[in-house]
Nanobody
Framework: QVQLVESGGGLVQAGGSLRLSCAAA????????MAWFRQNPGKEREFVAA????????EYDDTVKGRFTISRDNPKKMAYLQMNSLKPEDTAVYYC????????????????WGQGTQVTVSS
């Protein structure tokens, strides 16, 4: 079992920055692929970024490439999402997710989820 807790969401103006954190706890949490997804009401959860345990493989959705950076600190069992140049369309609840094995952009394949943190970008 892996438990995930997100933090760092909030309200920011367009063009601003936020850093989301995901604290992982549980057996071998540091060996899991970590990912960020986001979701708005009535819409499907969408992939944002993911990073494997070694940090040697990282993937981003095209909508956030060049603006968001995913990273992790295995000794601390933490994952991060640095979000720069935020746009109103980035507004969503952001979820941290974890799974064993490689990166996938499909939400239902991830085994563990946090409770989500709201990010609101005003224009």
């Amino acid at each position: 079992q892996v438990q995930l807790v997100e933090s760092g969401g909030g309200l920011v103006q367009a063009g601003g920055s936020l850093r989301l954190s995901c604290a992982a706890a549980g057996r071998a949490a540091e060996s899991h692929t970590m990912a960020w997804f986001r979701q708005n009401p009535g819409k499907e959860r969408e992939f944002v970024a993911a990073i494997v345990w070694s940090s040697l493989s990282i993937e981003y959705d095209d909508t956030v490439k060049g603006r968001f950076t995913i990273s992790r600190d295995n000794p601390k069992k933490m994952a991060y999402l640095q979000m720069n140049s935020l746009k109103p369309e980035d507004t969503a609840v952001y979820y941290c997710a974890a799974k064993l094995g490689g990166i996938t952009t499909v939400a239902k394949v991830y085994d563990y989820w946090g409770q989500g943190t709201q990010v609101t970008v005003s224009s």
